[in-house]
């Protein structure tokens, strides 16, 4: 295996092919059931192994202190952890909209976990690393283990899925929702009965997108603008919205012609995460 110094990942997007809640933990939790499905699209993240025990963020975004940047908190519970004396500089490229549903903030902090294992030579299971990784986001676990799955519990548990590879067009309607008003509000469904074994061939909906849409119209434009093209849905507690497409270059002549106020991009599904794919390919 490779001993390498410094390293650059994708930290890729999801989309939550569905989303059922069936109910709220009395530590304010909620269980649910979602179909987690990876994209060929992200943030990008480069790595560089350091010996002075320090992490340093080369990278700011504007508003966000670097102690609450979630790519600075995964490389510090990593060190905690682990007691190393490496450190390391992490510069990213953020192309993944903040608030958006496509799970940015844990995907980055998922990527940071997998390349500081590498660079430290922690050789950490990938147990041990979404252990770490629940403690900073429910959605965290997913990446790291890196195959498409329903995750049930709080997202923690994943039973594996393989899916057929496709094409998405993802819209954001360029507004940022919190998650953790969506989950506390008041009207949010939250009694969902569990799937069955027989998830495939069960009515699959977003149990988040009712309430959205009433308290961001912009995402119900978006729905509605995206079914001239297939079935709309968001993606976890939103903003962003996405239809599915036989090949690339429908999906791109739908971008072309995408409003103005929005933003978007095409992508592929993968069942195999892009940062393990690409991760393996470093080391070998």
């Known amino acids: 295996m490779a001993d390498l110094t410094t390293l650059s990942l994708i930290a890729p997007a999801k989309l939550n092919l569905f989303l059922h809640i069936n109910g709220r933990l009395t530590n304010g939790y909620h269980e649910l059931e979602t179909l987690f499905v990876f994209l060929d699209y992200g943030d990008r993240l480069h790595f560089k192994r350091t010996s002075d025990n320090a992490i340093t963020l080369k990278t700011q975004i504007d508003g966000l202190p670097d102690q609450e940047n979630l790519i600075f908190k995964a490389a510090n519970a990593l060190k905690l952890a682990t007691n190393t004396s490496f450190g390391a500089e992490i510069s990213f490229e953020k192309h993944l909209p903040s608030g958006g549903g496509v799970g940015g903030g844990s995907s980055d902090a998922a990527t ?41 519990g709080i997202g923690e548990q994943l039973e594996a899925v393989e899916l057929a590879e496709t094409w998405y067009l993802v819209v954001h309607p360029n507004v940022h929702i919190s998650t953790g008003l969506i989950f506390n509000d008041p009207d949010l469904p939250r009694n969902t009965p569990k799937l069955s074994s027989h998830w495939q061939s069960v009515q699959h909906t977003n149990d988040c997108e009712e309430l959205v849409k009433k308290r961001y119209p912009e995402v119900e434009k978006t729905l509605n603008w995206l079914l001239k093209y297939g079935p709309s849905r968001m993606t976890g507690t939103g903003a962003c919205c996405f239809v599915s497409f036989e090949t690339q270059q429908a999906a791109q002549a739908a971008l072309t012609s995408l409003p103005d106020s929005w933003q978007g991009f095409v992508a592929r599904s993968t069942n195999i995460s892009p940062a393990h794919s690409e991760l393996r390919t470093k080391l070998n």
């Open 112 to 152: 940071t976990l997998l390349a500081l294992n590498a660079l430290w030579q922690l050789d950490l299971s990938l147990q041990e690393l979404a252990d770490i990784g629940v403690q900073l986001g429910a959605d965290v676990p997913v990446f790291i283990n890196g195959h498409a799955a329903i995750a049930h």
